[in-house]
């Protein structure tokens, strides 16, 4: 699987900015999808997680604000960011393979997560 992501860059807090990721290679092996970030001085985290099914769990940081959705079709993954914070600057990062079991609420990247290159988000108050 590979993964590119577009759609990164500046805009002013209370701005929105949507995020694409286009995968190719075997569809099958995707597994849930997901967005993370690296916020400056800090490790990369979650930001948002879709299985399969459509389902979707949400950082609490941002619930309310950004919605992870997909286009089987298109093999693209999306993030919606709405009432963007200066917080929210950093470095995105579109994941398949996550580690997910949202009965659980439990998703997480791990040793065979495969990662894009990133695209940059920079939110200026």
């Known amino acids: 699987v590979q993964l590119v992501e577009s759609g990164g860059g500046s805009v002013q807090a209370g701005g929105s900015l949507r995020l694409s990721c286009v995968a190719s290679?075997?569809?099958?092996?995707?597994?849930?999808m997901g967005w993370f970030r690296r916020v400056p001085g800090q490790a990369r985290a979650g930001v948002g997680v879709?299985?399969?099914?459509?389902?979707?769990r949400y950082t609490d940081s941002v619930k309310g604000r950004f919605t992870v959705s997909k286009d089987n079709g298109k093999n693209t993954l999306y993030l919606q960011m709405n009432s963007l914070q200066p917080g929210d600057t950093g470095t995105y990062y579109c994941?398949?393979?996550?580690?997910?079991?949202?009965?659980?609420?439990?998703?997480?990247?791990?040793?065979?997560?495969?990662w894009g290159q990133g695209t940059l988000v920079t939110v200026s108050s």
């Open positions: 290679g075997d569809s099958g092996s995707r597994g849930c």
């Open positions: 994941a398949a393979k996550v580690v997910c079991r949202l009965a659980g609420d439990v998703w997480y990247a791990d040793a065979l997560t495969t």
């Open positions: 879709i299985d399969r099914d459509g389902n979707t």
